[in-house]
């Protein structure tokens, strides 16, 4: 919503402005999509190396009392 409400100051301060961020916002999205799948298969990764390292722990803590 602040988001909106931004850019319709925007428009009204100066809109050819506004229409260029408002066509180059897909543009710019699509482009951002591929590091953010980069970002979520590296951060899956450290999460299972980080599970696998404390496997061995997990299973010899034993039962609870």
């Known amino acids: 919503m602040v ?5 319709l ?3 009204v ?3 050819p402005l506004a229409l260029l961020a408002l066509l ?3 543009i710019v999205w ?3 999509l591929p ?3 980069v970002g979520i298969t590296v951060s899956a990764v450290f999460a299972f190396l980080g599970a696998l390292l404390m ?3 997990r ?3 034993g039962r609870p009392a």
Do not use: Q
Request: with cysteine; glycine share 4%; net charge positive.
């Open 35 to 37: 590091l953010r799948l």
């Open 13 to 15: 301060v100066c809109w």
């Open 55 to 57: 496997l061995p722990a």
């Open 24 to 26: 180059l916002y897909p």
């Open 3 to 7: 988001g909106f409400l931004l850019w």
């Open 59 to 61: 299973v010899l803590h």
């Open 9 to 11: 100051l925007l428009l």
């Open 30 to 32: 699509l482009l951002c």
